[in-house]
């Protein structure tokens, strides 16, 4: 792509506008200052440039820069073209949308050569513009990809007629794109003349290039071959590989390196004569390489969960794949983190297939088991025993992974053979159960200060009970290790409001009415003085605490004169 410069300057045309005067002229939009502007109160504002008698041009390119603080003023605003002055003008580009401040570039839909090129405003008393650039974009990829497809045949591979025809053709097309002024409708007509003569070109016989089109098919290679067996060509001339698609399967020395599967490849053959060097290629050519079959490696499997609560149990599944009949005998060696996880146990979860022994140290396992009878051993593939483990209480979630770090495994005959290993990666899940504790640590502080009764400052008969069994509840979560942050969290919940409605039961009276009728009287003070001088120490001070009104753990002239007072108050 190549822009010629701005084509609206005085020496290549003129300004024209719906006014010529006036404090803001026409001629403000081409004087290159974008504080200057255009502006004339009419009923189609317009301002544009004529490029004069015998010049019109194919105009595709506008660049203009808004009346600063008044780009609102463009909106539908058009950009026109027409070869009168006064009529004909056609719509080249309709401002839908507002512009941006400063320059702003437009591309136009045009191969028309207009001689006037104007915009003009919707706006009746207005036509606000700055400044107005007209340009011709011109593209010369189309000519330019031409002139070189043509540059790269051959002459040994066609006629003399048709060869020379494609040289006329050729060095106009090149002398159309070296000229800075030629138009895109010049460059286009170059460009389909020099594709009319390349079509047009004749394919000399026994030339490289007829060759070349009689090769269609090459030998689909056997299965394992490799090497790609070329197609043979008359004396004089040479076959190579040019271009494949699958270079990891077909190279372009001929060698082949087999696919797993069967995989279809593309190649392009290279014919060369060998007396002037003139070559052609083949057209894309399926060649469909057989695949050679891989055993898979043999290995152990582990697999179960991926996460657990801290604290849980939790199981996983050791098996044996790709592997051969016959394996009557496994040492088997089991690594993981001891900070994390410990072992609790393995069994057996094949019939045929026992655990020997087995040996443990921190963070280890080694399992020696065995194949009883031909079909155990014939059936090694699939799984095998089942490892217990428990993660740890940890302080906060963490990862790890247990790994399958030695797997030797035994034929009858004796013969050992280390197979790979294998690794599970799991998430260990911190619960946090402080809240939980804490919560029952309070609860059953209130329950055990808590007296069922009558009285005041007393719980109903039955309340302690249903309290009690909340707390329960709560500890049997509490001491749960498989319990999920959200059983913990709900176990709070029902706690708290279990608490939180004993508290609310408590019964409630008038302060010094120990009888509860309901008032205080002298009848309240001689309840009081018949247990004067008891204390907590007593060891049936529950009957009697009642009338320790101030809970100082005595019942003594204080509590009477309370009982005074309030009398005193209340009458």
Not at 304 to 330: M, P, R, W
Not at 419 to 447: N, P, R
């Amino acid at each position: 792509m190549s822009l010629m410069p701005n084509l609206a300057v005085p020496g290549n045309g003129s300004v024209i506008g719906s006014t010529l005067t006036g404090s803001y002229p026409p001629s403000n939009v081409f004087d290159g200052q974008t504080n200057t502007f255009f502006d004339h109160s009419t009923a189609t504002p317009y301002v544009g440039w004529d490029f004069g008698a015998g010049n019109a041009k194919a105009v595709n390119f506008v660049r203009f820069y808004p009346r600063t603080s008044f780009e609102s003023r463009m909106a539908s605003g058009k950009i026109q073209g027409s070869n009168s002055a006064t009529s004909g003008y056609v719509d080249l580009y309709t401002f839908t949308a507002l512009p941006a401040a400063g320059w702003n570039f437009i591309a136009l839909d045009n191969k028309t050569s207009y001689r006037y090129y104007r915009y003009t405003s919707a706006q009746a008393d207005r036509g606000n513009v700055a400044e107005l650039e007209f340009y011709i974009h011109i593209d010369r990829t189309v000519l330019g990809n031409k002139i070189a497809a043509a540059q790269s045949l051959h002459e040994g591979n066609y006629t003399p007629s048709t060869w020379g025809s494609l040289q006329a053709a050729l060095t106009d097309a090149i002398r159309v794109n070296e000229n800075a002024a030629a138009t895109q409708a010049q460059l286009d007509n170059a460009a389909a003349s020099l594709q009319t003569a390349i079509a047009g070109l004749e394919i000399e016989r026994n030339s490289p290039a007829d060759v070349a089109n009689g090769i269609t098919a090459i030998e689909a290679p056997a299965k394992g071959a490799t090497s790609l067996t070329l197609p043979s060509v008359p004396d004089g001339f040479t076959i190579k590989i040019s271009y494949t698609d699958g270079t990891n399967v077909i190279h372009s020395d001929g060698t082949i390196t087999p696919p797993q599967e069967d995989k279809t490849v593309l190649v392009v053959l290279e014919v060369t004569r060998t007396s002037d060097g003139a070559t052609a290629e083949t057209d894309l050519i399926p060649v469909v390489v057989p695949g050679a079959y891989v055993p898979a490696a043999a290995h152990a499997s582990l697999h179960g969960t991926d996460s657990i609560y801290a604290g849980g149990q939790f199981d996983l599944t050791y098996g044996l794949e790709h592997v051969k009949d016959g394996i009557y005998g496994q040492d088997l060696t089991f690594t993981y983190d001891p900070a994390k996880v410990e072992f609790a146990g393995a069994d057996s979860v094949k019939t045929g297939f026992t655990i020997v022994d087995k040996k443990e140290k921190p963070g280890q396992v080694r399992i020696i088991a065995a194949s009883l009878g031909g079909d155990a051993a014939a059936g090694a593939n699939g799984d095998l025993l089942t490892l217990h483990l428990r993660a740890k209480a940890l302080a906060e979630t963490s990862t790890t992974a247990i790994e399958v770090s030695k797997a030797v495994i035994a034929s009858g005959e004796g013969t050992e053979t280390q197979v790979e290993g294998a690794s599970h990666s799991m998430t260990i899940t911190y619960v946090d159960k402080s809240a939980l504790g804490a919560l029952i640590a309070e609860a059953q502080q209130t329950l055990d200060a808590a007296e069922e009764g009558t009285r005041a400052g007393q719980y109903p008969a039955g309340s302690k009970a249903a309290l009690l069994a909340a707390i329960s509840s709560a500890r049997a979560v509490a001491g749960d290790a498989a319990a999920a942050q959200p059983q913990v969290q709900q176990a709070a919940a029902d706690l708290n409001a279990a608490l939180q409605a004993f508290k609310a039961s408590i019964i409630t009276g008038v302060p010094g009415d120990v009888n509860g009728d309901g008032k205080v009287t002298v009848g309240d003070l001689a309840i009081v003085a018949k247990y004067y001088g008891k204390t907590s120490a007593d060891t049936d001070w529950d009957q009697y605490k009642f009338a320790d009104l101030n809970h100082d753990g005595v019942i003594d002239i204080a509590d009477l004169a309370m009982i005074a007072r309030m009398i005193f108050e209340s009458n």
